[in-house]
C-alpha cells in the first residue's frame, strides 16, 4: 500500500488545488461567450476570499459569471467592461423575467410571424409527395444548395437532395420577390446590419475572412428572416422582456450564418466552431424560426435560463456608484467603460475581491468577435472608441504586445488603489504562449502586488485536438493568486537572465515527468511549467524584464538528447484507437522517478470508496485534485478510467467498489511470500522489495518468515540501484539476478516494467503476477507504444493469482526446475484474445 498522506478538504483561508466542475448550468447556457470561466470554480473563489455583502470587482467582465456568482453569495458586485455587448449579456444574464411572461409573449410572436418565416424554408417530404413541411436546415457546399433536412410528421427525420421547388423558393428570394419581406421595389421591408468588417483606416478585422460586412455572413433568406424577428421584438412594450428577448434573438444570430459547418455526428444542428468570422465551404443554413423556437423553449432556452437564475440574483437591483452598495441600497454596479477609466470612478479601498479573467494577449480579439452580435443590437454606434480603448494585441488597432503589455500594467496599478490592503487578487488566464502569461504576471507585480500561488485548473472536457498533438493547445487555466500588501513596498524586484530561464524551465520539466513517474503529455508539462516557474522566481525576488521563448520551442532543442516523443494511447472512439504523442526520457534510468501518477491516483480512488462505500463523480474528482496539484493534476479521462477499473456505476450517479478489487488487495503480501518460498525451493537466494519487510502475511512479518539475501550488483548508478531495490522479489544466485517478479493489483504495470528495465541482463525471466481480472489492462499496456522500446528489450510473462497458488499448494513438494515452474507463464491475452480462446476451447 502507498503511504499516501490523507489531506483535508480545501481550508477556508486559501484555495491550493483544482477544483472539480461540470459544465456550465442553463443560466450560463443561453449565449455565446469566448473563453467562458466555469461558475461553480468561480463560485468558490468567491466563497474563500469575500464575505457575505463585501464588494467583489471583476475589471473585464466578459459574460458576467463573477458578477452572478457573486450575487449569488450575497455579495455585491462590480462589472466592468468596454465592449457593451459584454455588459449586455451580463445584464440579461441575472435579469429576471417570470417565465409565464415569456411563454405569453412568445405564442404572440408565433401567431405575428412564424407561418411568414417558416414559409421561407418549405419542402415537400419525398415519401408523402404532397405533405409540406418546413425544413429544419438546408445545406450549401461551394455556394451551391445541396440537401435538405427536415422532419415528416408520418416518416420522422429525413436528408433528401434538394428539388427544383427548393431552388425556385430560394432563388424567389434571392431576387426579392416575397412580399412579405420585400416591397415593390425589391427593397427589404426591415432593417439589418451591414456593417463592414474593416477599421475606418480601412485595414480590415484580424478574425475577418471571406465575408465583408456583417450581411454577408448571412444567406438573404437567413437575413431577411431574422430582420423579420428583431422587427417583431422591438414592438414589445415592456422593457425588461423586450431585452430577454434580444438576448435570446443575439444568441442565435451565429447558428442561422454560414459560418456553421455540416457535421455528420449533428446531421441537424450546427455551431459556430472557430474563433473567427470564418469561411465554410460545406455550411448549414438553418431555419430561423427553428433556432428561436429552441432558444426560447428547449432546455438551453430562455425559460429554462431564467428558471435557473437563483433568488438572490432575481431580487438584485442595479446600482451606478460605490457609496449605494456600500450603504445596501443597491447591489450590483456593471460599468460600460474601459477599465482603466471606470476604476477612477469606485475609490480607493473600497474593494474586498477581485477575480478577473483579462484578455489574453492576442489569443482572442473580443472587440472583432463580439461586432456581429453587437450591430445586430444596435450597440455599435462608438465602435472606433470601443476599439481603440480595447486592451489587446492587435497590429491592425495599432497596438503592439508592448502597448498591451503597458495598459494592463496601468490597470492593475489602478486596480491596486481601489482594493483594500491584505485582500486578494485572483486572475484566471488562458494562453499557451509563456510571455504572455509573463506579462500578467509581470504587470501585477510591477502595480504592487505580491505574488502567492498559481493553480492549474483542468477544463471539464479537454479537446480530442490538444491531446493528440504533442505540442497541443492550452488546456484549463492558471488561476494566479496575488494580495495587496499592508503598506504599499518599494520596487526591489531583480532581474533574471534568458539563459538561466531556459535551464530552469528544461529542469522543471524533467521535474515534472521524474514526478508523474510516466509518459507525460506536453500539455500537462505546458501547463505545470508556470506554478513551479514563478514559485522559483518568487523565492529568490526575480522577474523576468524579456520576452521568454515558448516552451514549446526551449524544450524541442533536448529531443533526443533529455526527452523523446513515445506514442501512447488514450482511449478509444468507436472501433478507433486514440493515440497521442508524450514526453519521456531518452535514459530513464538516468532520473530518479516516482511511484507512477497512476497508480498513486488509483490508490487514492480505490481507498475512498472503501471509506465511502458508494461516491459521486465530483466526490472522487475532489479527493483526486485536493491531493495532487498543478504538474500532478490528471486528466479527467485518467480518471474515470481508472474509476471504471476499479468501481461499478450504480443507481443515484454514484460507484460502488467492485468486489474483485477488495479482495486482491488483501492477496499482495500472501503472493510475495508464495514467490520467495518457491525461490527458495528452487535452491536460489531472495530478496523482496524494502517497502514489504515489515509487511505481514498470516500474522507475520514476511521478513522474518522468509530469509532474505540482497544483492549488489555492480555498476550501477545509485537511482539504479534503487530503483532495482523496489522490485517486489528477486530470485538470485550471489552474483546475478535469475528472475524477478512484480505482484501486481494496480494500473502501476508501467512502474514496474520501467523498473525492471535497470537490470541490465538479458537472461533475467520477469514474470508480472496478476489478478485474473486485469490481465486485459496488462495486455494492453505491454501493447502501448510507449512501452514499445522497453518490452523490445526485456521479455515479460504473466502469471495469474490462482495459477500461482495453484503451484504453491500442490507442486512445492515435489522436485520441480525452474523451467516446470516458468512453464505456468505466458503472454497476457487481451479480452477479445481471452473470449476467442473460449470459444476454440469449448468447440474443439
Not at 45 to 69: A, N, R, T, W
Not at 245 to 261: C, D
Request: aromatic share 10%.
Amino acid at each position: 500500500m502507498l503511504n499516501i498522506c490523507d489531506m483535508p478538504a480545501i481550508a477556508n483561508e486559501n484555495i491550493d488545488g483544482a477544483l472539480p466542475t461540470r459544465g456550465h448550468s442553463p443560466m450560463y447556457n443561453k449565449h455565446k461567450f469566448f473563453a467562458r470561466k466555469q461558475e461553480d470554480v468561480i463560485r468558490r473563489y468567491i466563497e474563500v476570499y469575500s464575505k457575505k455583502d463585501e464588494i467583489v470587482l471583476d475589471p473585464f467582465c466578459g459574460s458576467g459569471v463573477m458578477v452572478s456568482e457573486a450575487l449569488r453569495l450575497k455579495r455585491k458586485a462590480i462589472g466592468i467592461d468596454i465592449n457593451p455587448v459584454s455588459t449586455f449579456i451580463t445584464i440579461n444574464t441575472i435579469r429576471f423575467v417570470e417565465p409565464k411572461k415569456i411563454r405569453a409573449e412568445y405564442e404572440e410572436i408565433k401567431n405575428d410571424i412564424a407561418h411568414d418565416i417558416n414559409n421561407l424554408y418549405q419542402t415537400k417530404c419525398r415519401k408523402c409527395k404532397n405533405n409540406f413541411v418546413p425544413a429544419i436546415c438546408f445545406t450549401w457546399d461551394k455556394g451551391k444548395l445541396v440537401d435538405v433536412r427536415y422532419e415528416c410528421p408520418h416518416h420522422g427525420k429525413r436528408i433528401d437532395k434538394v428539388t427544383e421547388d427548393d431552388q425556385k423558393r430560394f432563388d424567389k428570394i434571392l431576387n426579392h420577390k416575397v412580399e412579405q419581406f420585400f416591397d415593390k421595389l425589391g427593397e427589404s421591408k426591415y432593417w439589418y446590419p451591414t456593417q463592414k468588417f474593416y477599421y475606418e483606416d480601412g485595414r480590415a478585422f484580424k478574425e475577418k475572412q471571406q465575408y465583408e460586412s456583417v450581411d454577408d455572413l448571412f444567406t438573404i433568406r437567413n437575413l431577411v428572416a431574422l430582420a423579420m424577428l428583431m422587427d417583431r421584438i422591438q414592438k414589445i412594450n415592456d422593457y425588461d422582456l423586450r431585452e430577454s428577448f434580444k438576448f435570446a434573438f443575439s444568441s442565435i444570430t451565429h447558428l442561422a450564418s454560414k459560418m456553421t459547418p455540416v457535421r455528420s455526428s449533428r446531421p441537424f444542428s450546427s455551431a459556430w466552431v472557430q474563433q473567427s468570422y470564418w469561411f465554410a465551404e460545406n455550411n448549414m443554413e438553418s431555419n430561423v424560426w427553428g433556432l428561436f423556437e429552441s432558444t426560447i423553449l428547449d432546455k438551453q432556452g430562455l425559460i429554462k435560463q431564467k428558471k435557473d437564475i437563483p433568488q438572490t440574483v432575481r431580487v438584485a437591483i442595479e446600482g451606478t456608484k460605490t457609496e449605494q452598495l456600500e450603504r445596501d441600497t443597491k447591489n450590483y454596479w456593471v460599468i460600460q467603460k474601459s477599465a482603466i477609466d471606470a476604476l477612477d470612478e469606485i475609490g480607493e479601498n473600497k474593494v474586498d475581491y477581485i477575480i478577473t479573467d483579462p484578455p489574453y494577449g492576442h489569443s482572442i480579439q473580443y472587440f472583432e468577435l463580439l461586432f456581429m452580435w453587437g450591430c445586430w443590437l444596435k450597440l455599435m454606434k462608438n465602435w472606433t472608441e470601443i476599439a481603440k480603448g480595447e486592451i489587446i494585441e492587435n497590429l491592425r488597432q495599432d497596438k503592439t504586445i508592448e502597448k498591451y503589455e503597458n495598459m494592463l500594467y496601468v490597470t492593475f496599478r489602478k486596480a491596486y488603489e481601489v482594493l483594500k490592503p491584505e485582500k486578494v487578487l485572483t486572475i484566471t488566464f488562458h494562453n499557451p504562449d509563456i510571455k504572455y502569461r509573463n506579462i500578467l504576471f509581470r504587470s501585477v507585480v510591477m502595480a504592487g502586488f505580491d505574488f502567492e500561488k498559481i493553480i492549474y485548473q483542468p477544463p471539464p472536457r479537454p479537446s480530442a485536438k490538444s491531446r493528440q498533438q504533442p505540442f497541443g493547445s492550452l488546456e484549463g487555466d492558471y488561476f494566479f493568486r496575488f494580495k495587496k500588501p499592508k503598506t504599499k513596498r518599494e520596487e526591489n524586484v531583480a532581474k533574471v537572465d534568458e539563459k538561466r530561464v531556459e535551464k530552469l524551465i528544461i529542469t522543471i520539466a524533467e521535474r515534472i515527468i521524474a514526478e508523474r513517474g510516466e509518459p507525460t503529455h506536453y500539455t500537462f508539462i505546458q501547463n505545470s511549467i508556470d506554478p513551479i516557474l514563478y514559485e522559483e522566481l518568487r523565492k529568490y525576488g526575480l522577474l523576468m524584464d524579456f520576452q521568454p521563448k515558448s516552451v514549446e520551442t526551449i524544450l524541442k532543442k533536448q529531443l533526443g538528447k533529455i526527452f523523446v516523443l513515445v506514442n501512447t494511447v488514450i482511449g478509444k472512439k468507436g472501433q478507433h484507437t486514440l493515440m497521442d504523442r508524450a514526453w519521456w526520457f531518452a535514459d530513464p534510468s538516468e532520473h530518479r522517478l516516482d511511484i507512477p501518477l497512476n497508480k498513486r491516483v488509483d490508490e487514492v480512488i480505490v481507498n475512498l470508496l472503501r471509506k465511502e462505500g458508494k461516491v459521486t463523480y465530483t466526490q472522487v474528482l475532489t479527493e483526486v485534485y485536493t491531493r495532487f496539484t498543478n504538474s500532478l493534476t490528471p486528466e479527467e479521462h485518467t480518471i474515470m478510467s481508472i474509476l471504471k477499473e476499479n468501481a461499478n456505476a450504480v443507481s443515484g450517479g454514484k460507484w460502488e467498489i467492485k468486489p474483485f478489487v477488495e479482495k486482491i488487495e488483501e492477496k499482495h503480501e500472501e503472493m510475495v511470500y508464495y514467490i520467495a518460498k518457491i525461490g527458495q525451493a528452487l535452491g536460489y537466494f531472495v530478496n523482496i522489495a524494502r517497502d514489504e519487510y515489515d509487511k505481514t502475511f498470516q500474522g507475520n512479518r514476511l521478513s522474518a518468515q522468509v530469509k532474505l539475501v540482497p544483492l549488489k550488483l555492480k555498476g550501477l548508478t545509485d537511482n539504479q540501484a534503487t530503483r532495482i531495490s523496489c522490485i517486489d522479489v528477486i530470485w538470485h544466485d550471489g552474483k546475478d539476478i535469475v528472475a524477478e517478479f512484480e505482484v501486481e493489483h494496480s494500473t502501476s504495470i508501467v512502474d514496474a516494467v520501467v523498473r525492471g528495465s535497470n537490470i541490465k541482463s538479458e537472461n533475467v525471466s520477469r514474470v508480472m503476477v496478476i489478478p485474473d481480472e486485469r490481465e486485459d489492462l496488462v495486455s494492453r499496456r505491454f501493447s502501448e507504444p510507449a512501452m514499445e522500446a522497453i518490452m523490445k528489450a526485456t521479455d515479460w510473462t504473466i502469471m495469474t493469482y490462482e495459477k500461482l497458488e495453484s503451484f504453491y499448494k500442490n507442486d512445492l513438494k515435489k522436485k520441480f526446475s525452474i523451467e516446470d515452474f516458468m512453464s505456468k507463464t505466458r503472454k497476457p491475452l487481451n479480452a477479445k484474445e481471452k473470449t476467442d480462446k473460449k470459444q476454440a476451447k469449448l468447440f474443439n
